[in-house]
Nanobody, 120 residues
């Protein structure tokens, strides 16, 4: 079982920056990958960025060059630095982790979500 807790959302003006953080707790064998999804009103949830335990990263085309994901395996945390934010980045952002639990079963876990609003 993995519990994910997010922090760092809020209201920011266009062009501004925010940093999201997510901490995983619980007992598990491996967490891979760990990352962030977002869901805007009326839209499907989409991948923003993910990081493997080995350090490889994956970004949505819409955020490449603006967002940076960083992961600390020892602390079981993943952060998302978001720069040059635009109104279209407004969404609820969810931390995500895929974990190999102690019963040797892979499961998907989600945080409760944190609102990011980009508006002037």
């Amino acid at each position: 079982q993995v519990h994910l807790v997010e922090s760092g959302g809020g209201l920011v003006q266009p062009g501004g920056s925010l940093r999201l953080s997510c901490a995983a707790s619980g007992v598990t064998r491996v967490i891979n990958p760990m990352g962030w999804y977002r869901q805007a009103p009326g839209k499907e949830r989409e991948l923003v960025a993910s990081s493997s335990s080995g350090g490889s990263t994956n970004y949505a085309d819409s955020v490449k060059g603006r967002f940076t994901i960083s992961r600390d395996n020892a602390k079981a945390t993943v952060d998302l630095q978001m720069n040059s934010l635009q109104p279209e980045d407004t969404a609820v952002y969810y931390c995500y982790a895929r974990a190999l639990d102690v019963d040797v079963t892979w499961r998907d876990y989600w945080g409760q979500g944190t609102q990011v609003t980009v508006s002037s």
